[in-house]
DNA sequence: AATAATTATTCCATATATGGAAATATCTAT
DNA sequence: ATAGATATTTCCATATATGGAATAATTATT
């Protein structure tokens, strides 16, 4: 079986501190650790690499050439390391993004917050907005999307699936009741995403059968984080994404109401022309969406 | 913290096998593990290095660098691993120990026979003698002692402490009783390692007091071997090193006479002229016993 | 020569990693 | 369009590794 590496990399650190004590302090490791790695790891090559008293160290002749390689290898992998993160560091340009309303304040802006601060010389410019954008004419990279994509000339890579949740604070519910049916939301004072002229739909589904209400929000705006604050203050009943209500359905200040009628679950896609010709900073960050979307959205509530 | 070097080197094999599950297969590693290695390393290095669906493997731009560093590191470090088995293989020459009567074949040609199956072009001279050899008038290379070195000249390696033990067969304590103290020894058969003309002395210590007692013995030979067969037949009582009667102890086949009272324990070291101009052979025997004399003589009973 | 300090090894209660199985997702064949 | 095959991810009961403390040994100091 080949030999352990983090084993061989402390045997390396043993002899270039000359102590298995100093290699202990300097990397952290407890002693019975380094004593014990590199003991399996003499075991595991069949080799004697050192020979020591409690107070003197010496490198055995094959320990000696065994070291030499070893040294060399780390030292370009550590180097491979060190280029990561200086690569991270140097990428500089400009990305232009496309996202819709209601995600960039607790989605968007801590996302590319993460980007920037692993590629601070990358500037970001984000144009908020409910057009799907024409890529060339608007200047965009890349585009952050909802639901299915319709034009197949593009590619979409999904990010994360998520539902809507529909919530109302306790104050509200205590007075005014919780409603138990999709059809009694009419009755109740709503707040909405979107609803300028008409009424908005509702598609709630309950094992597997679906229930269409439609309701006039008493307040509508395009700003999920403006519809939780006036919900969160009791003034009525909102659907609101899980990944930004998460937080205020955890620590109790909003409650989800009907839980067992849900909205379908939907996808935010990265969407952007083609693989081919995506500059670096692009494909940088549609994978680093990818890596972190996760960890920054722990609300997914599928 | 620094990334697992282990995992780095299974991302390696991924990349160089396009595949989590045939970098599994090639490598006798369950893909649960790999999978979760490559995760884990992508997120310790802060970078994801592959993107990826259930089919399809792709390098990121980071990755695909990292990988050129780490698969040249491992490289090294692979070539070092194979120098040290090819570097046991090659080596040839002969080695010529002193070694003293007694311990040959219970200890000494199992290390030999270890160390030529590591070494295979290595051929093995031994004296077998009593005396202090010199070792430029007797050519020896290195010399196996027993007890404290008396010539300061000499460069001393100790290798195994371990004590003589006072042994009988169970039938021949049956039929003659066991001794309770020292001085009832003389009364019984005892089968001794030296005394050609002169009674042999025992000092044998219980609770830091010391006895010294006289036996002659019915037989005498300066062979352990043979007085092992001689008193597991019964034939008397003897002193032998518990690393050539252990077994025969474990076994039952022999059984500690006064168990209260013991011999003080004595060290096997590796006695050679200087450290320095030691040939290579004689480096690496002496790095050998020091590796391996304790699992070779696993019956020490300090 | 005796004692104190320092270093490495070993033990074992506890923490963490593992790997088989299940779940999930994608691609291929029909 | 659907079913089957294949690949990767995730879960959790179990196996193994860890690290603090004790032990052993050597060297330095008094």
Redesign the pocket.
């Known amino acids: 079986m080949s030999p352990d590496l ?1 084993a061989m990399a402390l045997f390396v650190k ?1 002899v270039e501190h000359k ?6 302090r300097r990397l952290g ?11 399996e790891l003499e075991k595991t090559l069949g080799v004697r690499l ?1 020979e ?6 010496r490198l055995t002749e094959l320990g000696q050439a065994y070291y030499a390689y070893c040294h060399r290898g780390l030292e370009e992998i550590e180097t491979g390391t060190l280029m990561l993160n200086e690569r991270q560091a140097e990428i500089s340009g400009t990305l232009r993004l496309s996202v819709p309303p209601g995600l960039a304040d607790r989605l968007i802006v801590p996302l590319v917050s993460a980007f920037q601060a692993a590629y601070p010389a990358v500037t970001v410019r984000i144009l908020i907005t409910e057009r799907n954008v024409d890529f060339i004419q608007d200047a965009v990279d890349l585009a952050l999307r909802v639901g299915e994509l319709k034009d197949s000339s593009l590619v979409a890579r ?1 990010l994360i ?1 998520y539902r809507h949740v529909l919530v109302g604070a306790p104050v509200y519910l205590d007075r005014f009741g919780a409603p138990g049916h999709p059809r009694d939301l009419p009755g109740h004072r709503m707040i909405t995403f979107g609803g300028w002229f008409d009424a908005v739909s509702l598609k709630l589904i309950n094992n597997g059968r679906m229930h269409t209400v439609h309701v006039e929000g008493v307040l509508a705006l395009n700003d999920y984080t403006g519809i939780q604050n006036v919900t969160e203050a009791g003034q009525g009943i909102a659907e609101i994404p899980s990944i930004i209500c998460g937080e205020a359905l955890r620590d109790g200040r909003l409650v989800e109401v009907m839980p067992a009628w849900r909205f379908p679950s939907t996808t935010l896609s990265a969407v952007y022309p083609s693989n081919r010709n995506l500059s670096r900073i692009v494909r940088l960050f549609k994978d680093f969406c990818i890596e972190h979307i ?1 960890a920054l959205s722990p609300f997914v509530d599928i």
């Not at 102590?19 to 202990?24: I, K, L, N, P, R």
């Not at 490791?29 to 003991?39: A, D, E, G, L, Q």
Request: glycine letters at 0%; hydrophobic letters at 35%; aromatic letters at 4%.
């Open positions: 983090n043993v102590s298995f004590t100093a290699a202990s490791v407890p002693i019975s650790t380094v004593s014990r790695k590199v003991s050192l020591r008293s409690t107070r003197h160290l999904p699936r996760d």
